[in-house]
């Protein structure tokens, strides 16, 4: 039986690594059938159903992966992210606490968390723990864009503006950092400047309510023009 556990979650690997997370799915089950205690088998079951879009059946894998071994970060890792996916703050909060506080202390678990608390509109904390993020992998873009967030959402707008440019800095073509810095930058009155972020905006934005928004302001900057 071990043998044949080994064959099927390998062959389940292969397919999801290939995107044929259905496949994969039943492979996993079938190892699961013959071998219920491995907690391994729970996981890749969860990352072949979170890349499927079943975000509750991944949910409930890492949770039974996490009953079966405690001490396996990854699976807690793995179940706050799809929590987050699910917009379950609370829950994705928890668990990135939980990374943060047994030492797994990487960037992602900083981030995941900093992302619930953003969302729970915890916004001290989700500065704290974005900049914890930085720290530990400055290039992080997406740390950098939720910390700007979380300042605007402060009224820091001085804060907002430089994070915003910071990640313009690392990814010139990110539309919605320039939408946002344009935003913050017209609450610091800095019209012209913004001004150019909204143009910039609409050169690489595909997404339609990024775009309308950049019209919107360049409208109501043209309309208060002297």
């Not at 690997?13 to 729970?42: C, H, K, M, P, S």
Request: charge should be positive; glycine fraction near 6%; include cysteine.
């Amino acid at each position: 039986a071990p043998a044949f556990v080994a064959a099927y979650n390998s062959r389940g690997l292969v397919r999801a690594e290939r995107g044929a997370y259905a496949d994969a799915i039943a492979d996993y089950e079938r190892a699961i059938a013959l071998d219920a205690t491995n907690a391994f088998l729970f996981n890749n079951r969860g990352i072949a159903r979170r890349a499927a879009k079943d975000l509750e059946g991944a949910v409930s894998d890492f949770s039974k992966a996490i009953a079966l071994d405690g001490t396996e970060l990854m699976f807690v890792q793995n179940r706050g992210a799809t929590h987050l996916e699910r917009r379950q703050y609370a829950e994705a909060r928890a668990d990135f606490t939980t990374l943060v506080d047994r030492g797994h202390s990487i960037a992602a678990a900083h981030f995941g968390r900093a992302t619930a608390h953003l969302e729970l509109s915890a916004l001290a904390e989700a500065v704290a723990d974005f900049s914890r993020a930085i720290e530990l992998d400055p290039r992080r873009s997406d740390a950098l864009f939720g910390r700007a967030r979380a300042y605007f959402g402060r009224s820091e707008f001085e804060q907002a503006a430089a994070d915003f440019g910071r990640v313009v800095a690392l990814e010139p073509k990110h539309a919605a950092a320039h939408l946002h810095r344009g935003i913050t930058l017209l609450r610091l009155g800095k019209k012209s400047e913004a001004a150019a972020d909204f143009r910039r905006c609409l050169t690489l934005s595909p997404r339609e309510k990024e775009r309308i928004a950049a019209e919107k302001n360049l409208a109501t900057l043209v309309e208060h023009a002297p």
